[in-house]
């Protein structure tokens, strides 16, 4: 087998390599410039960064401290929470830096990733083509349009950057790239929890290309002890963290069978999103019912792919290591363990995808060897980068804010309950009541019980003085989740409204009774007691 990692810094002086490096910074820009026009959209921005008051206000000791201690967003990502904080002290809370500095992350994942393609078998021609489909692909949008999403640019660069220094062990160095790989790990799994699955990628590693196998499994897996053990303990803080915010659905919301053929079809959505990057969209809602042939052809496929290429071992070594990567670092959210109601998302792809690439371009490369073939090869290629960024470039400017981003999501994935949510929660921020209306009511045809779907539809109710309505909502809710706290509190403000003081104080109570820390109910309890209030020129919202 050819290797060029001995020969890398030899490689790394050629000026074509550096002027390649310019040309995929300059392409991620290109396709991306214009995330800095966009706006922060309503789901999960307001909680990772301008609602949140220990990140809006900046980088502090009681922010650190809060940041590695938090399950906030139902994850444990300290990086993630200190890299938007960072952000806040440069630049402010603003839409503008946020993005700008997604893209930036975002290009360096793209250098690294062309960094580690030259470190195995590709030349710098195949790796700069094969960093290039990674980079323009429409499917990484949502990594990098999506502010909150930073986690997923945080964990590939780092992940990228643990990868290509796991490398030098094959070039003697062993102390300091073990140290300097574990460093990196640390950081990847600070930003993502998504990855715990590096240690195996280091022993699939040591099958290619480092051609380890040899010193024996014992060995191998006790240098990644230390590895396995982190990936455990990120692992139970993160089935923590997302049990304690209800975010893991039982076995009564998705039956495991369910789950598993969901799981079989992702993995070839996932495929077949990678070559056919169309229609591509925020949310794809969870199917009523899955197919049962669906599924079986599905799990035909993975095992004959997977036989073929674990045939196909010894001569293309590449093709196996490149298929069990996209399926092993897939897993995780392949939604075995759900969480939240889709089906799959673009955003698991930017690590995953990766296993694909490696696997097709070194093939194309060793198959492809006249030059006449290469050279068509080679145009074929340029061709569906330069069709990827008008892709990606139509696909950032649905991200322009919540409305233009859940509107196109409607039309790519057709009704569904979370885009007529935060369609509904976009206007009614922007005071457009009428049509707040609208998508909450579609959105509660889909969800009747949903506590704060009916919360929004009475605040706009209210606003538009249709107290009735408003107030049927609230006690919707409450019977909904007699637990629930805003619903109380809004409909404190409305018997307020209505002069029923005293029927307001208690639902005030209640409020403050099952959200202690909500000190603008204790505020307005005790303005209530007082005379002389007037009334709240508008409700609150939580």
């Known amino acids: 087998m050819r290797s060029n990692q001995g020969d890398f810094?030899?490689?790394?002086?050629?000026?074509?390599?550096?002027?390649?490096?310019?040309?995929?910074?300059?392409?991620v820009a290109g396709v991306y410039w214009r995330v800095g026009k966009n706006e922060f959209i309503v789901w999960d921005d307001p909680y990772y960064i301008y609602e949140n008051p220990l990140v809006a206000s900046g980088l502090s000791w009681l922010g650190v401290g809060w940041a590695f201690v938090t399950f906030t967003a139902s994850n444990w990502h300290p990086l993630t929470w200190l890299s938007h904080m960072l952000d806040t002290t440069l630049f402010g809370p603003t839409p503008r830096a946020a993005h700008f500095v997604n893209l930036l992350w975002y290009a360096g994942c793209v250098l690294l990733a062309f960094a580690f393609f030259m470190r195995l078998r590709a030349s710098f021609l195949m790796a700069f083509l094969m960093a290039a489909f990674w980079g323009a692909h429409p499917?990484?949008?949502?990594?990098?349009?999506?502010?909150?999403e930073r986690k997923d640019l945080l964990c590939a660069f780092f992940f990228l950057a643990a990868m290509i220094s796991y490398l030098r062990c094959a070039e003697g160095e062993k102390r300091?790239?073990?140290?300097?790989?574990?460093?990196w790990f640390v950081l990847a799994l600070l930003s993502k929890p998504m990855a715990v699955t590096w240690p195996c990628v280091a022993l699939l590693m040591d099958y290619w290309p480092l051609q380890r196998l040899h010193l024996g499994w014992k060995k191998l897996l006790r240098e990644k002890l230390p590895w396995f053990v982190l990936s455990a303990a990120v692992s139970l803080l993160t089935v923590v963290a997302q049990t304690k915010s209800d975010a893991v659905k039982t076995l009564l919301d998705f039956p495991l069978g369910d789950r598993i053929a969901n799981a079989l079809m992702a993995y070839g959505v996932y495929i077949r999103q990678t070559l056919w990057p169309f229609d591509l969209t925020v949310f794809y809602p969870y199917p009523y019912s899955i197919s049962a042939t669906g599924a079986l052809v599905s799990f035909g496929v993975l095992c004959s792919v997977t036989g073929l290429?674990?045939?196909?071992?010894?001569?293309?070594?590449?093709?196996?290591?490149?298929?069990?990567f996209y399926l092993g670092a897939l897993f995780p959210v392949i939604g075995i363990v759900q969480v939240g109601g889709h089906a799959h998302a673009d955003r698991y792809m930017l690590i995953p995808q990766l296993g694909l690439i490696v696997g097709g371009g070194l093939f194309v490369e060793e198959v492809l060897t006249g030059k006449k073939t290469r050279r068509l090869a080679f145009a074929a290629a340029v061709t569906i980068i330069a069709v990827f960024c008008v892709l990606t470039l139509r696909q950032v400017a649905s991200w322009k804010n919540s409305v233009t981003l859940f509107n196109q999501n409607l039309i790519a994935a057709g009704e569904n309950e979370t885009a007529h949510f935060h369609l509904g929660l976009s206007y009614l921020q922007s005071g457009r009541l009428d049509l707040a209306v609208t998508h909450f009511s579609a959105a509660l045809q889909m969800n009747p019980r949903d506590v704060t779907t009916l919360n929004n539809l009475g605040?706009?109710?209210?606003?538009?003085?249709?107290a009735d309505l408003a107030e049927e909502c609230f006690r919707r809710a409450i019977a909904a989740d007699p637990q629930a706290a805003a619903p109380h509190f809004h409909l404190g403000l409305l018997k307020y409204r209505?002069?029923?003081?005293?029927?307001?104080?208690?639902?005030?109570?209640?409020?403050?009774?099952?959200?202690?820390?909500?000190q603008e109910a204790r505020i307005l309890r005790e303005k209530m007691l007082s005379s002389g209030l007037r009334e709240p020129s508008r409700p609150v919202e939580k």
Not at 139 to 148: D, F, P, Q
Not at 176 to 183: I, L, V
Not at 310 to 317: A, L, M
């Open 309 to 324: 290429v674990f045939i196909k071992r010894q001569r293309y070594p590449y093709l196996l290591w490149g298929w069990l």
């Open 498 to 518: 209505q002069g029923l003081v005293q029927e307001a104080v208690k639902q005030m109570d209640q409020a403050v009774r099952l959200n202690p820390s909500w």
């Open 176 to 183: 300091f790239s073990y140290g300097w790989t574990t460093a």
């Open 459 to 466: 605040v706009a109710y209210f606003r538009m003085n249709q």
């Open 139 to 148: 499917l990484h949008v949502e990594s990098v349009a999506w502010a909150a």
């Open 9 to 27: 810094k030899k490689i790394a002086q050629n000026p074509h390599v550096w002027l390649c490096g310019l040309l995929l910074a300059a392409m």
